[in-house]
């Protein structure tokens, strides 16, 4: 029979654990996301932002994986069917790039981002994480913000 702190515990445990693991998967959309816009941009700057990009979400996930087994627990990814928010904007970003159009696309990583980055506040500011990982996310989010106002001076040269 477990004790009452040590229910508590469990629970803490696994609040982490799921908030993890959702921002894992809003990194996996992400990357996914800027794989797709690299493929269709025309703009060879624009290309080689959304590759470095991708490249940094896929090296979120793994952090956020390291952290997850650091936690004795394992990534869990949902039904690719069933993701959030994110997944949602990166098919606009699909059919914005349809278009051959760098600014609508810009909106639509602007956009992105900014779910993004709310998704990483709402879980910081509600999460009681280990301060390891706390200092993790942080500086993802930390990170994201940067992307944004990137995304904000490429839309601005894009009007130009």
């Known amino acids: 029979m477990k004790t009452t702190r040590e229910e508590a515990k469990e629970e803490l445990h696994d609040e982490v654990v799921k908030s993890l693991n959702e921002l894992l998967e809003k990194n996996y959309?992400?990357?996914?996301?800027?794989?797709?816009?690299?493929?269709?941009?025309?703009?060879?700057n624009l290309r080689n932002f959304f590759k470095q990009q991708a490249v940094i979400r896929s090296r979120f996930k793994t952090e956020i994986e390291k952290e997850l087994h650091d936690l004795n627990a394992h990534p869990k990814l949902k039904d690719r069917f069933?993701?959030?928010?994110?997944?949602?904007?990166?098919?606009?970003?699909?059919?914005?790039?349809?278009?051959?159009?760098?600014?609508?696309?810009?909106?639509e990583c602007i956009r992105g981002e900014k779910a993004s980055a709310k998704e990483y506040e709402e879980k910081l500011s509600k999460g009681h994480f280990p301060l390891k990982v706390k200092?993790?996310?942080?500086?993802?989010?930390?990170?994201?913000?940067?992307?944004?106002?990137?995304?904000?001076?490429?839309e601005d040269i894009a009007d130009e």
């Open 29 to 44: 959309d992400a990357e996914k996301g800027f794989k797709k816009a690299l493929e269709d941009a025309k703009n060879p």
């Open 82 to 107: 069933s993701t959030g928010t994110l997944h949602r904007v990166w098919i606009d970003i699909k059919t914005a790039l349809s278009r051959n159009d760098d600014e609508a696309v810009l909106e």
């Open 135 to 154: 200092t993790i996310l942080t500086g993802q989010l930390h990170e994201i913000k940067n992307t944004i106002s990137t995304v904000k001076k490429l």
